[in-house]
């Protein structure tokens, strides 16, 4: 027999909506220094800090950039040797391997004007945290093709022989999503637990090992602070003591800001599913696609801009 009800919880799935907000003040602060150039992905660009954002400090005559590809970043440090060039480094397991590559690669063309700015997540501790919340009742998962693509499914199995729920790995067509909902509510309604690949053409259940030694070579797993979640052991990045020296936070002594959210805006919560899009006093009055005060707004991929585009009006 079927649950009375399958909640679907945004979760921790888009690393802009769940990067602390100490670390955007920490980038404003880093593009507000002399002779600094700030390169960034675009969905960063106007996520707000408690005062300002990197759109505002552009728009002051900043030197701030956006990259479609880290490796761009080696190319812009190259022309430009009399700047200190910064890559906001923000992703999951998807995205920082090829930032890991791009930083070795500035070590082998030894490019010393350049340092990253690491906001890297690992998504497992995120769920581990999430499932020992007591915060709403979560019956099973619909996991990311992505990042699974890179990590496999090993490192999820603890979905199952932890908290005793099942798992599905999904695409992001509407079809492989609908797929794999329906594999999940099967395997909720037969009470079965286990993780399983409904993304086969994509992931497979080893992941990408090459992926994988690339992140262990250049990073190891710290304990970083999430928007809604809080502080979660091993579950961001630091450099590995050989690539130490392209880090922005000792390259600039940086300070550590603190993180609080805007008065009235719920994406911590939403993002933790213990309260709506909806459910936010500032959703779809003082904050819309146009005007967004939080990330769950300023990202395409957030929650409140997903609700906002799709269920405002129901």
Same mark, same amino acid.
């Given at each position: 027999m079927l649950p009375p009800q399958i909640q679907l919880l945004s979760g921790p799935g888009c690393p802009v909506c769940v990067t602390a907000q100490g670390d955007i003040d920490a980038a404003i602060a880093l593009a507000r220094i002399p002779g600094v150039t700030i390169l960034t992905f675009g969905d960063m660009i106007r996520v707000p800090g408690s005062e300002s954002s990197l759109q505002m400090e552009h728009a002051c005559g900043r030197d701030i950039r956006i990259l479609y590809s880290p490796y761009d970043a080696l190319h812009i440090a190259m022309e430009n040797p009399e700047q200190q060039v910064v890559f906001l480094a923000v992703g999951f397991e998807t995205t920082m391997p090829l930032i890991?590559?791009?930083?070795?690669?500035?070590?082998?063309?030894?490019?010393?004007?350049?340092?990253?700015?690491?906001?890297?997540?690992?998504?497992?501790?995120?769920?581990?945290?999430?499932?020992?919340? $007591?915060?709403?009742?979560? $019956?099973?998962?619909?996991?990311?093709?992505?990042?699974?693509?890179?990590?496999?499914?090993?490192?999820?199995?603890?979905?199952?022989?932890?908290?005793?729920?099942?798992?599905?790995?999904?695409?992001?067509?509407?079809?492989?999503?609908?797929?794999?909902?329906?594999?999940?509510?099967?395997?909720?309604?037969?009470?079965?637990?286990?993780?399983?690949?409904?993304?086969?053409?994509?992931?497979?259940?080893?992941?990408?090992?090459?992926?994988?030694?690339?992140l262990k070579e250049v990073f190891q797993p710290t304990d970083v602070t999430w928007r809604g979640l809080g502080l979660i052991p091993d579950s961001g990045l630091a450099f590995q003591s050989s690539y130490a020296n392209f880090d922005a936070r000792k390259r600039f002594s940086l300070q550590e800001f603190a993180s609080k959210d805007h008065d009235g805006c719920l994406c911590g919560e939403i993002l933790c599913g213990r309260f709506t899009s909806k459910d936010c006093p500032l959703f779809d009055h003082a904050c819309t696609p146009e005007t967004p005060i939080g990330p769950c707004m300023v990202s395409s991929e957030g929650s409140c801009a997903a609700a906002y585009r799709y269920e405002r009006w129901k």
């Open positions: 890991a590559a791009t930083i070795r690669s500035a070590a082998q063309q030894r490019i010393t004007n350049l340092s990253f700015f690491l906001m890297g997540k690992l998504l497992p501790p995120a769920l581990r945290s999430l499932c020992k919340q $007591d915060i709403t009742r979560i $019956d099973g998962f619909l996991l990311p093709g992505h990042v699974t693509a890179i990590l496999g499914i090993e490192p999820l199995q603890f979905l199952a022989t932890e908290f005793r729920r099942p798992g599905v790995v999904a695409g992001f067509q509407p079809e492989e999503i609908l797929l794999a909902l329906a594999i999940l509510v099967r395997r909720i309604g037969a009470g079965e637990i286990g993780v399983e690949i409904a993304y086969r053409s994509v992931v497979r259940p080893e992941g990408n090992r090459t992926a994988k030694a690339l």
